[in-house]
């Protein structure tokens, strides 16, 4: 059992379909802010309505993290740190107060083992690093790739372990990972079933059997936060609140 099963809090009276509370979630960890460097916010100004809508909805800050992917995305750390410096100055100009942070979501590849040795990398918190793997086939030396960041002093984040279909109806790696010190994201917008039934059943049985750590909205554009704000009575974004997530102590 991970992080989640040894914090969760039994509750006499159950808060079923009362809606996550966001304010409690505090912080997003995953998310596409800076207009036009990955498949992210388009413009800037669809970058602040997305800010707005994360404030209004509880939010206190949002940590983005642009795609880093050679041959897709290949953001470099200053071209992400130039955009996140242009966004945090639009947001002031906006008197929008959300705090900003960046990182990056970095895709795992031959080129990332390099990266991480060389301490090129954005991470976000106690020096977390989160990562993805590909969708249409599972990862071949995912240990070297977990191993090396932990022997250089980062902590790896696996980023939406649901949306892998090669794991479909299994928890077995993501909790064999937490074991050696992973911790795993949960989409939120997987529980609204954004990705499709299947995807979203997976998420569900990632919290019933704890094996996730974080939860995040993965935005790339507005229109995922009104997903997540019409559906926060679903029942299992419910159960979130009785949660103690790893987000409020970043």
């Known amino acids: 059992m991970g992080f989640l099963g040894q914090l969760f809090r039994s509750k006499t009276k159950k808060s079923l379909n009362v809606p996550l509370d966001l304010n409690q979630v ?3 960890m995953h998310s596409h ?8 916010s388009p413009s800037m100004e669809h970058s602040l309505a997305m800010l707005m809508k994360f404030q ?12 880093v992917k050679p041959g897709s995305y290949p953001n470099t750390s200053e071209i992400i ?4 410096k242009q966004l945090k100055a639009a947001a002031i100009e906006a008197r929008i107060t ?19 040795k060389a301490k ?8 977390y690093v989160l990562v993805e793997f590909a969708f249409n086939h599972p990862p071949i030396f995912e240990n070297l790739l977990f191993d090396t960041l932990i022997e250089n002093g980062y902590k790896p984040v696996l980023a939406h372990f649901e949306r892998y279909s090669y794991y479909f109806g299994s928890m077995a790696k993501a909790q064999e990972w937490q074991k050696k ?27 019933d059997q704890f094996a996730f750590d974080f939860v995040g909205t993965d935005c790339h554009r ?20 009785d949660f103690m997530l790893k987000n409020s102590s970043l």
């Open 26 to 28: 505090k912080i997003d």
């Open 33 to 40: 802010l800076i207009p036009g460097i990955d498949d992210g």
């Open 56 to 67: 209004n909805l509880g939010f206190k800050k949002v940590i983005t993290t642009p795609h």
């Open 81 to 84: 740190l130039d955009g996140y």
């Open 98 to 116: 959300l705090e900003i942070e960046v990182a990056a979501e970095y895709f795992f590849d031959e080129t990332l083992i390099d990266k991480i």
């Open 120 to 127: 090129d990398i954005l991470s976000f918190g106690d020096h």
């Open 181 to 207: 010190g992973v911790a795993i994201q949960l989409n939120l917008s997987s529980l609204c079933g954004a990705y499709g039934p299947e995807v979203k059943r997976q998420a569900e049985a990632m919290m």
């Open 222 to 241: 507005i229109e995922h936060l009104i997903q997540l704000e019409e559906n926060l009575t679903l029942p299992y974004l419910s159960r979130l609140n």
